[in-house]
C-alpha cells in the first residue's frame, strides 16, 4: 500500500487462522506490523492490524453524487435548454423523464470512480510494478511484512517473534 | 476477535407472553373495536340521511343495487375496503415469513438460524386473514369489485361491459374463490410442513429436517413465484378492472417483501432489547438492515417502472389509473400518492445507507417504521381509489382497523414465539450464525 523503501522482515505462513491470532501476538510483544499479504479476504484482519475504517464508502457516495450533479447538468443543458425537444407530448423539462438518466450517470461514475480508486489505493498502473513481498501469498501462503526501520526491536528478536507466532520462514527483503 | 465472546451466550431462550402484554394487546385491540365503532356511526349519519338509510337496509339486501344500472355507493363499503386493504397488507407480511426462510433454506444461508423463529412465526395468521377475506368477498365483493356485477359479460344487459367480459375467464366469482382457497392452503400448508419440521428437529436434532426443509422450502417457492403475482392481480389489481399492469405481481411481491422484512427486524430489535435474542449480533442486524434497504431500492425501482412506461406511454386505458390517484376524486389521493414515496423510499434509502446506521437499533427503528407505515399507504391507495373513490379518508375507521389487525398480528406472532426455543437449537447451521461476524 503505503510506498516505502528500505528493509523489510518477511514472516511467511501457512493458515489464515494462524496468521490472524499471530497478528495479535506480534502486536502485543511490540512489533509494528506494516502489512498483512493473502490470496483471499480475511475476516477480522483489518481490525486485527489496526488499519484505521476505510473511507471507500464516503468516496463512492461522493462519485454517486458527482455523477447526478453531471447527468442532471447534461440532460437539463441538452434537452431542456440548447435543443429543447418535446417527446411523447412531454415538457422539455420534466423530472420523471430524466430519471433514467440521472440513475444511469450516479452509477456510471460510481463505477468508475469505485475502479479508479481501487487502482490508486493498490499502486496498480500499467508500468508500475507491484510490491511483493514473497509471490507465494498470490497462492497459498500468508505473509507479514515488517518494516525494520518503524520498529525499536532489533532484526533478530522480530524474527523470534515472528518465528514463535507460527511463521514457517522468516527473511530479510530489501525493497 | 468477537467470535470469542460467542462462548458466554446461551441458545436455551424461552419467550415469555407475559399478562401485561396481553392485557395491553387486547386493550389495544379493544380502542380498535371502539374506533371502528365510532367511525361506522360517524359514516352512517354523516352522509346523508337517504345514504344512511339505504346503508343500513343494505346489510341484508346485497343485490338490491342495478335497478338504476348504476353502482351506488352505500357506506359500509369504507369499512369493507378497510377490512380488505388490511387484510392483503398482513397477509402479505406473513406470508414473507416464510418466504424469508424458503429462500434462506434454497441459498443453505446460515447466518439468520439465530432469528429464525421470528419469520418462522408469522405466517401462522394467514387463517385470520384468509377468511376475513372470503368474508369480505362474500358480503361486499359487489361494492368493492366492478367484476362481480350481474349482467356484466351478458351483452343483452344494461351492465354490459366487453373489456371485463373479456377478461371472464379467469375474472369470475367461482374461479376467484378457488384461487383464494388455493393460495392460502398452499401458503399455510407448506409452512405447517415446515414448521413441524422445525419443532422437531428441536428435539431430535441431526441433519434429516434440514434437508427435508430445503425441499418443502423450494417447493414454496415454486408455488409462491407463480401465486405471488397472481394473488396480486387478484386482491389488488382487480380492484381496478379494467385496467392492468404486467409489473403489478411484482410491485405487490415487492411491497409486501419489503414491509415483511421491516417487521421482521423491528421485531428482532424489539426482542434484542427486551432481553432475549442476545445472541443476535451487530452483523446480524447490519444484515437485516441491508436487506431492509435492499428491498427498499427493489420496491422503488419497479414502482419507478411501471410509472414511467405509463407516463411516457400516455395511453388513456392505462394513464387512467394514476389520473385516479394525481388528480381525481377532488385530489384526495394526491397526499398519499407522494406520502408512500417518501416513506418508503426517501426515508429508508437515506436514513439506511451508512454502514452504522444499519448497525444503530434507534436508526434502524425509523427505517423500518417508516416502512411499515409507507406500505400500509401503498396498498390503501392501490385499493381505495377503486372502491370507495371520493368518500375515502383516514378517520376513526382506519386507525380502529390497523389498531386491531396489528394487535391480533402481534398476539398472532407472540403466541408462537412462546411455543419453541426462542432460537433453533439443533439448526445445522446455528454455530455459524452465531459466529456471524461481517465486520
Not at chain 1, 437539463?76 to 417527446?87: E, N, R, S, V
Not at chain 2, 387486547?26 to 349519519?45: D, K, Q, R, S, T
Not at chain 2, 372470503?134 to 351478458?154: K, P, R
Amino acid at each position: 500500500m503505503a510506498e516505502s523503501t528500505g528493509k523489510f522482515l518477511v514472516g511467511v505462513y501457512d493458515d489464515d487462522d494462524v496468521i490472524l491470532e499471530a497478528v495479535g501476538k506480534v502486536k502485543q510483544a511490540g512489533v509494528k506490523i506494516h502489512e498483512v499479504y493473502s490470496p483471499f479476504a480475511i475476516h477480522g484482519m483489518d481490525v486485527a492490524i489496526g488499519h484505521p475504517r476505510t473511507r471507500i464508502g464516503i468516496a463512492a457516495f461522493m462519485f454517486g453524487v458527482t455523477g447526478l450533479a453531471c447527468g442532471l447538468a447534461l440532460i437539463l443543458w441538452t434537452m431542456g435548454f440548447d435543443w429543447p425537444m418535446i417527446i411523447g407530448g412531454k415538457d422539455p423539462i420534466s423530472f420523471p423523464n430524466y430519471v433514467p438518466v440521472l440513475f444511469e450517470m450516479t452509477v456510471l461514475f460510481t463505477a468508475f470512480g469505485m475502479t479508479f480508486t481501487f487502482f490508486i489505493s493498490n499502486g496498480f498502473g500499467p508500468t508500475v510494478k507491484p510490491l511483493l513481498f514473497d509471490p507465494r501469498c498470490t497462492d497459498n501462503k500468508f505473509v507479514m511484512a515488517i518494516d525494520l526501520s518503524k520498529n525499536k526491536l532489533s532484526e533478530a528478536e522480530i524474527a523470534t517473534v515472528l518465528k514463535s507466532s507460527g511463521a514457517e520462514e522468516v527473511s530479510v527483503k530489501q525493497v | 476477535m468477537s467470535a470469542h465472546h460467542h462462548e458466554a451466550v446461551s441458545v436455551e431462550e424461552q419467550f415469555e407472553f407475559t399478562s401485561e402484554s396481553k392485557r395491553q394487546l387486547a386493550i389495544g385491540f379493544g380502542i380498535g373495536v371502539v374506533l371502528v365503532l365510532i367511525g361506522a356511526y360517524l359514516l352512517a349519519n354523516g352522509g346523508g340521511g337517504h345514504e344512511a338509510a339505504h346503508g343500513a337496509a343494505a346489510h341484508g339486501a346485497e343485490h338490491a343495487h342495478g335497478a338504476a344500472g348504476h353502482h351506488e355507493y352505500k357506506w359500509t363499503t369504507r369499512l369493507w375496503a378497510n377490512l380488505w386493504t388490511n387484510s392483503i397488507y398482513f397477509t402479505g407480511i406473513s406470508v414473507i415469513g416464510m418466504f424469508f426462510i424458503c429462500y434462506n433454506y434454497l441459498a443453505q444461508a446460515g447466518w439468520s438460524v439465530v432469528f429464525k423463529r421470528i419469520p418462522e412465526a408469522m405466517p401462522a395468521f394467514l387463517p385470520v386473514t384468509g377468511l376475513l377475506m372470503l368474508l369480505t368477498f362474500f358480503v361486499a365483493g359487489h361494492d368493492m369489485f366492478h367484476w362481480t356485477q350481474e349482467g356484466i359479460t351478458d351483452p343483452k344487459s344494461a351492465n354490459y361491459d366487453a373489456i371485463i367480459a373479456g377478461k371472464s375467464a379467469f375474472l369470475n366469482t367461482p374461479f376467484y374463490i378457488i384461487r383464494l382457497v388455493i393460495y392460502f392452503t398452499l401458503w399455510y400448508g407448506l409452512w405447517r410442513v415446515l414448521r413441524s419440521f422445525s419443532l422437531k428437529e428441536d428435539l431430535e436434532g441431526g441433519t434429516e429436517y434440514y434437508e427435508k426443509s430445503i425441499k418443502f422450502g423450494v417447493a414454496f417457492l415454486v408455488v409462491f413465484a407463480i401465486t405471488s403475482s397472481t394473488a396480486a392481480w387478484d386482491f389488488v389489481m382487480s380492484i381496478d378492472t379494467h385496467w392492468f399492469s404486467t409489473m403489478f405481481g411484482w410491485y405487490t411481491l415487492a411491497s409486501w417483501h419489503v414491509a415483511g422484512l421491516a417487521v421482521m427486524t423491528l421485531t428482532v430489535v424489539t426482542l434484542k432489547e427486551r432481553g432475549y435474542l442476545q445472541a443476535v449480533n451487530e452483523s446480524h442486524l447490519h444484515d437485516l438492515g441491508k436487506f431492509c434497504f435492499a428491498f427498499t431500492v427493489f420496491w422503488t425501482y419497479v414502482w419507478f417502472a411501471q410509472f414511467l412506461l405509463i407516463y411516457y406511454a400516455n395511453l388513456p386505458e392505462e394513464a387512467i389509473y394514476y389520473r385516479e390517484r394525481f388528480s381525481g376524486y377532488g385530489g384526495i389521493f394526491k397526499g398519499p400518492f407522494f406520502i408512500n414515496i417518501i416513506l418508503n423510499f426517501f426515508v429508508p434509502f437515506l436514513v439506511l445507507m451508512t454502514r452504522d446506521a444499519k448497525r444503530t437499533t434507534r436508526v434502524l427503528k425509523v427505517a423500518c417504521w417508516s416502512i411499515i407505515v409507507g406500505h400500509y399507504f401503498d396498498f390503501w391507495n392501490n385499493v381505495m381509489p377503486g372502491t370507495v373513490g371520493e368518500h375515502a379518508g383516514f378517520g376513526p375507521v382506519e386507525f380502529g382497523f390497523i389498531l386491531m389487525f396489528a394487535t391480533a398480528f402481534i398476539w398472532s406472532v407472540s403466541t408462537q414465539l412462546t411455543k419453541a426455543n426462542l432460537i433453533p437449537r439443533n439448526h445445522p447451521m446455528l454455530e455459524e450464525s452465531l459466529h456471524h461476524d461481517i465486520a
